[in-house]
């Protein structure tokens, strides 16, 4: 199933994100807050959701590309730690999408057997 898959690499990136973290200087940490908080990186989280969320296959190498320039931009200190982010944020966001899509489709089926069950007293 789709979303176990996207789920179990979700997980997996939470694992890499904590370790990048835990690289992380505490003497960083505001650093690293000012830098997530940016606009720049606002807006390149932006662009990751929308191609996260486009219709069809998600091209995860244009995402892998994003991400890569993102963190190539940022602070030595702070590279991985930016780039493993992005990546456990996108996956957030596309399991997120992904189980309200299922919920909407599983109502949706709820809805057409109930009009099913209906029609059957009809015929």
Excluded: H
């Amino acid at each position: 199933m789709i979303i176990g898959t996207v789920l179990e690499a979700a997980g997996a990136q939470c694992r890499v994100f904590a370790e990048a973290c835990g690289r992380v200087p505490s003497s960083a940490t505001p650093l690293l807050r000012a830098t997530w908080e940016s606009r720049a990186l606002q807006a390149s989280r932006a662009t990751l959701y929308e191609l996260a969320r486009r219709e069809g296959l998600i091209d995860w190498d244009a995402i892998e590309q994003i991400i890569d320039g993102v963190a190539a931009e940022q602070n030595p200190i702070l590279r991985e730690v930016i780039r493993e982010a992005l990546r456990l944020d996108i996956y957030v966001s596309v399991s997120s999408s992904q189980a309200a899509q299922r919920v909407r489709f599983t109502k949706f089926l709820k809805k057409i057997e109930s009009l099913a069950a209906s029609w059957k007293g009809w015929e």
